[in-house]
């Protein structure tokens, strides 16, 4: 599998936190869940019904405590910076399926387990 998810910043104002899904593979993955915890707090999980390949931001409205659209980390303005130092922000798990219509799930070390 070529799929990873981490917990960004943006600290460009407005300051902005979310969850890059990476999809390095030549696919797409279908059902796509990620469970993220933001300033120490579970959050709802992340639905994304197709993620093609590349990089991709979500960006939770701090306002609502609800993911935004995702858009690709390019358009986005490259200004992400990853959260490596806390437990306070961090994937917790991520399940997805292939085009093979296998399904997937990864745990907060991003190791990968098929599921059936």
């Known amino acids: ?4 998810a981490w917990v960004v910043s943006d600290r460009r104002p407005p300051k902005q936190y979310g969850v890059v899904a990476s ?23 992340i639905e994304l019904n197709v993620l093609p390949p590349g990089d991709f931001f979500v960006a939770l409205d701090q306002k609502t405590r ?3 659209y995702a858009v690709a980390c390019a358009e986005h303005g490259g200004h992400l910076r990853p959260y490596t130092r806390t437990g306070r922000y961090k994937v917790r798990s991520v399940s997805f ?3 093979r219509e296998a399904t997937w799930s990864m745990n907060e070390h991003m190791v990968v387990t098929q599921t059936f």
């Open 23 to 45: 999809n390095q593979s030549r696919s797409t993955f279908h059902n796509v869940r990620i469970d993220a915890v933001l300033f120490g707090e579970s959050l709802p999980e």
């Open 1 to 4: 599998m070529r799929f990873a």
């Open 66 to 68: 609800e993911w935004r």
């Open 97 to 99: 399926m292939d085009n």
